[in-house]
């Protein structure tokens, strides 16, 4: 077969495009994390909030539920809750957890106290303003 580059060729067209894209790959990293600040605003994150994202992790809620796309699919997605439901409906709704209704899937009961509920409400609030460039779609409506 007739052979279209040399040797050294192919070698210096792989090695120039690995080195191409890794510097590119690099540059699009720093861009990215440096825009992270403003995108996930972790200042604005109030110690309710805080406390909310302890008791988010610590029950597993993502053991159901997807938080901005990550987690199971068992459950709608928290991300966007907030701006959804709002924090009044999202308070009385884990408070009546089981709901019982025949046909639906389940959450269950985690007892928390009021002061829980406004913390978990706070991070889920603090959640819905992260900027993620619309990710997840919000196709449940
Ligand atoms: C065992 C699974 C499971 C776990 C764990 C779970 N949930 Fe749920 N959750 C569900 C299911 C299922 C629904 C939807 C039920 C329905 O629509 O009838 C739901 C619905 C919700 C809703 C309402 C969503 C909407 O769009 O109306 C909120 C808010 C919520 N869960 C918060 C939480 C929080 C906070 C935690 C952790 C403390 C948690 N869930 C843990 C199963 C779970």
């Avoid at 040399?6 to 210096?12: L, P, T, V």
């Avoid at 992270?36 to 909030?49: G, N, T, V």
Wanted: hydrophobic residues 40%.
């Amino acid at each position: 077969m007739k052979q279209i580059f040399s040797k050294a060729m192919a070698r210096n067209i792989f090695l120039g495009s690995a080195v191409f894209f890794l510097v590119l790959y690099v540059a699009l990293s720093v861009d990215t994390w440096g825009q992270i600040p403003q995108r996930d605003h972790a200042a604005d994150m109030s110690l309710s909030a805080q406390r909310g994202k302890y008791l988010v992790d610590s029950n597993n809620c993502i053991g159901c539920h997807t938080i901005n796309g990550e987690g199971a699919y068992f459950a709608p997605e928290l991300g966007n809750v907030y701006t959804r439901r709002g924090p009044d409906f999202i308070k009385a709704w884990i408070r009546i957890q089981p709901s019982g209704v025949a046909g639906r899937r389940q959450m269950p009961q985690f007892h928390f106290s009021n002061q829980d509920l406004d913390d978990i409400t706070a991070y889920l609030k603090w959640l819905s303003h992260i900027d993620t460039n619309g990710w997840p779609p919000n196709i449940q409506g």
